[in-house]
Each structure stands twice: as structure tokens, then as C-alpha cells.
């Protein structure tokens, strides 16, 4: 059985960082991974993705230049560093696995196990 744990989510103030890790347990592949986000009442979104060797990334154009995903190779573990938060990054985020191992892939249908989530506040 996968299974996915995020953690470092939490409160910062506008303008802060914060850095989130997930860790892929249970599994044989090399997964591609990514990272979603889902603010109240809205659908759950695209934020930033990688191959599994770690070389390869994609981002949401809400988030480019402030968030960075990394991985390292072979190792299924994700690291999203967040940095000039804005209130409307609130979200819970959820890491992701895919065992599309080509290409970051940017679409919910296309990953194969999620975490549970993780809280991520921004006040203002």
C-alpha cells in the first residue's frame, strides 16, 4: 500500500516562507511527483510538479518564481519551498505521486496517490 504524509504547513504572515515535505512510503516505482493546493469552496488546483529524477519541474503561473519543488533523484520524497506568501495561497496543499515518470504531469486525473493534506494559512 502507497502512502503519502505531508508536513510543514502552518500560519505565516504575508510575505513569509514556509517549506512543506512529503514522503512516499509503501511503494517499489520512482515516482513523478507534485504538489495541489484546494482553498475553501474552490476545486483543487495545480501548483508545481517534477519527474522523478528530480530534474525536470513545472509550475503553476500563480506561483512561478516564488515556489520551488525539489526531489531528489531515485528518492520519493518532494520538498516545496514557498516564499513571498500571499493570502490567497491559503489552501490545504496535497502532495502527490504518479507513476507517469515522464515529463511533470500537471492534471489531478493523472496522479495515482495522494496525501491527506496539509493546512496552509496566510494572513494579511
Known amino acids: 500500500q502507497v502512502t503519502l504524509k505531508e508536513s510543514g504547513g502552518g500560519l505565516v504572515q504575508a510575505g513569509g516562507s514556509l517549506r512543506l515535505s512529503c514522503e512516499v512510503s509503501?511503494?517499489?516505482?520512482?515516482?513523478?511527483m507534485g504538489w495541489f493546493r484546494q482553498g475553501s469552496g474552490k476545486e483543487r488546483e495545480f501548483v508545481a510538479a517534477?519527474?522523478?529524477?528530480?530534474?525536470?519541474?513545472r509550475y503553476a503561473d500563480s506561483v512561478k518564481a516564488r515556489f520551488t519543488i525539489s526531489k531528489e533523484s531515485a528518492v520519493n520524497t518532494v520538498d516545496l519551498q514557498m516564499s513571498s506568501l500571499k493570502p490567497e495561497d491559503t489552501a490545504t496543499y496535497y502532495c502527490?505521486?504518479?507513476?507517469?515518470?515522464?515529463?511533470?504531469?500537471?492534471?489531478?486525473?493523472?496522479?495515482?496517490?495522494w496525501g491527506q493534506g496539509t493546512q496552509v494559512t496566510v494572513s494579511s
Open positions: 502527490a505521486a504518479t507513476e507517469y515518470v515522464k515529463d511533470p504531469r500537471t492534471g489531478v486525473h493523472e496522479y495515482h496517490y
Open positions: 509503501g511503494g517499489t516505482f520512482s515516482y513523478g
Open positions: 517534477i519527474d522523478w529524477r528530480g530534474s525536470t519541474t
